[in-house]
């Protein structure tokens, strides 16, 4: 682009036109002591609680303790060029990043600025990254489901629309996989994304963003990014960031999807930044508030009601419901659930996903154990056909888990035992699933159906995901009618059981796999 | 500082009562502000600070140099001072009992500093606007400061009015950023 001299000074020409000229009060305080991102003020009485403060050379901080003499602030972002007896500036606002639209399909810092190299970001809308969650009478409950794309959860663990989620497992168990998968199969489907990254290597993020890219899922999500360079207070704050990015959506009558990877990593920054403010250590040092930290977070994912959207868009979205869906993700040491910040959050969301490294390691991807994992909300939201068909999924998951350790005494047993043993062990590897290849509600269906009607029993279960494969690439060429009718309506019906019943068994006739 | 402030409330709150009640809050002040004019003279510092130097021989010598700036109740509130070893507190003491008192008394004290010697009905104006906005009676102090440009910035404790053209230059080189 070719900038002529005389458009720059028209610029800035109008820039002054709009500058305010009025003589600025302000409060202000000086540095008394700088450590480890930690400073110290003294004065600012008018300070108030996360108010944002300013340093010299345009660098930001936050106020967190209110003391008598001085207020305790961490710095968000470099601290290495504030000295003592600097002057610190009261901006009186709470700290509020960029939100809205034009947010999609970017990367940004957990301050909101670009780190994608694409520009500037075009929105002049900012929000607080501090919100009361909405009220009782604003809400309203789950009864529409978020799909995933993987069978084993959409089948067993449901969510619904405004539900959080846990997803939590050890390290190397696929937590983050299933979060990418979950963001895949949102494309089309008008759900917006948003995925936090705390404390996570640089190069993870960037393969994260890269595999979004190559399977066109950018465009409707919005990437928060906190590496584990960048300072403890913006690992701290990521996670509302993106909240406050979520609700925007939310507000204005939409559904976005919210992954924080992981909260785990945030509680640890934020010990350390109470810690250096010498808040009081408490169980495993972390601060006493640290139940707040991720209440207050996961509270604001909600389902909001149709009048509450119309209030918050002054009547310009009528008759749309809008919801925040979250799923925090907690990394656990050694499968320990009871430690102190995964009890926390396991109590605080709707439900979780466990994931088992054992599992994992024996090839059951996505490592989900089904006997601890639940969703305390999502049957309601679930989609009629899969909560119709999944029912026996889980069920014969369950009998198989009794009955496994007598798997290897197989010719002792009775005949109806062996029956449950073998269809335990067929549907144990239909539940497994590629990672980015998330599946339709139809071809889910499809699956589960032949598994429910005994279609799997006569074959090795080695051949099982064969079979799957080969079906739902017959069923797509041959009968993309039905597959079309159960996607676009969800029902299950005599006429589509018997549609989905005869298809199977012409396909079974052909023995294509 | 902040943490000095801390250690400094309780005397300074001791010494301002001692002095409603004995109605010598002024020669309090003065005598403060003296001895703080003596702890901050490098030699006496060097002295302070050394812990070599006893207690007693600490005490004796304050009180031979601050001897007809201060009263006996003076002398017994060094005495105290050196006992607990607190005697770098002295100009955070007179700073807060400074404070007390401009509370108790009704007044604020606020720096103007000026691009340009102000005049007096100028000055008389300026305090008249400036009490009325801060709805307290001030004590006004004017410094000339050159690097201002014009204008005049006015600081209230930890509130400040900045009307110089200095400050709306910075602040207009934000706005353009």
């Known amino acids: 682009m070719q900038l002529n001299p005389s458009e720059i000074s028209d610029l800035i020409k109008k820039k002054i036109e709009n500058f305010d000229l009025s003589a600025e009060a302000h409060t202000e305080g000086t540095v008394v002591s700088v450590t480890d991102g930690i400073v110290r003020v003294h004065g600012l009485s008018q300070a108030m609680q996360g108010e944002m403060l300013e340093f010299p050379g345009n660098t930001f901080g936050m106020a967190l303790n209110l003391e008598r003499d001085s207020v305790g602030v961490v710095v968000l972002g470099s601290y290495q060029h504030i000295t003592e007896g600097d002057i610190v500036k009261c901006t009186g606002k709470i700290l509020e990043v960029p939100v809205g639209e034009a947010l999609l399909g970017r990367v940004v810092d957990a301050l909101g600025n670009p780190i994608d190299g694409k520009g500037a970001i075009e929105t002049t809308e900012t929000a607080p990254i501090e919100k009361i969650a909405p009220g009782v009478i604003a809400r309203q409950s789950v009864d529409q489901p978020v799909q995933l794309g993987l069978k084993s959860i959409d089948a067993m663990i449901p969510v619904g629309r405004g539900q959080r989620e846990l997803i939590i497992g050890d390290r190397q168990t696929g937590k983050t996989a299933i979060a990418i998968d979950a963001i895949i199969n949102q494309k089309g489907t008008g759900i917006k994304c948003i995925y936090v990254a705390i404390g996570q290597k640089r190069s993870s993020i960037a393969n994260v963003v890269r595999k979004l890219e190559e399977h066109g899922a950018m465009a409707h999500t919005i990437i928060v990014a906190a590496s584990a360079s960048e300072s403890a207070a913006l690992q701290f704050i990521a996670p509302y960031t993106g909240c406050s990015m979520g609700e925007f959506f939310r507000d204005r009558g939409e559904d976005a999807l919210i992954i924080y990877d992981d909260l785990t990593k945030q509680a640890w920054a934020y010990r350390q930044v109470s810690l250096l403010l010498r808040r009081p250590p408490g169980r495993e040092a972390y601060p006493g508030d640290v139940f707040y930290l991720h209440s207050r977070l996961l509270e604001r994912a909600s389902r909001i009601n149709a009048a509450e959207v119309e209030r918050l868009t002054g009547g310009k979205v009528k008759g749309k419901t809008g919801s925040l869906t979250a799923l925090p993700i907690i990394e656990t040491q050694g499968g320990d659930v009871s430690a102190f910040v995964p009890t926390n959050v396991i109590s605080i969301t709707d439900g979780q996903i466990f994931l088992e490294s054992n599992l994992f390691n024996s090839g059951i991807r996505p490592a989900v154990n089904a006997g601890l994992s639940v969703s305390r909300v999502g049957g309601a939201a679930q989609t009629k056909i899969i909560k119709k068909l999944g029912g026996g999924t889980r069920l014969d998951l369950a009998q198989y888990r009794e009955l496994a350790a007598f798997a290897q005494f197989a010719s002792d047993l009775d005949e109806s035992t062996r029956k449950q043993i073998e269809r335990g062990q067929r549907v144990t590897e239909l539940m497994k699933q590629n990672q980015y290849s998330p599946m339709s509600v139809a071809q889910m269906a499809v699956s589960l159906f032949a598994a429910n009607e005994g279609f799997l029993d006569s074959i090795a279960v080695n051949k099982v995901l064969d079979f799957e494969a080969a079906l739902h690439l017959y069923m797509k060429s041959e009968q993309s009618e039905l597959m079309n009718n159960i996607n676009a309506t969800g029902d299950f019906s005599n006429e589509i059981s018997n549609g989905l019943k005869t298809a199977i068994e012409t396909f079974v006739k052909t023995h294509s796999w | ?177």
């Open chain 2, 1 to 177: 500082m902040s943490e000095l402030a801390t250690l400094a409330r309780p005397y300074a709150a001791a010494i301002f009562k001692r002095a409603k009640e004995t109605q010598s809050a002024t020669s309090w002040s003065k005598s403060l502000a003296f001895m703080s004019a003596v702890l901050k003279n490098p030699d006496i510092s060097v002295v302070v600070d050394n812990p070599k130097v006893d207690k007693q021989r600490l005490s004796a010598l304050m009180l031979d140099i601050c001897q007809g700036h201060v009263n006996e109740e003076n002398e017994s509130f060094l005495k105290l001072l050196v006992h607990n070893n607190r005697l770098r507190l002295v100009p955070t003491i007179a700073k807060l009992f400074e404070a007390f008192k401009a509370d108790d008394e009704g007044y604020m004290e606020v720096d103007v500093m000026s691009a340009y010697p102000l005049s007096k009905e100028a000055k008389q104006e300026f305090a008249a606007t400036l009490e009325k906005n801060l709805g307290k009676k001030i004590h006004m102090n004017v410094a000339v400061d050159k690097s201002l440009i014009g204008g005049v910035l006015v600081r209230a404790g930890d509130k400040v009015i900045d009307g110089s053209i200095k400050g709306r230059l910075q602040h207009m080189q934000k706005a353009l950023k």
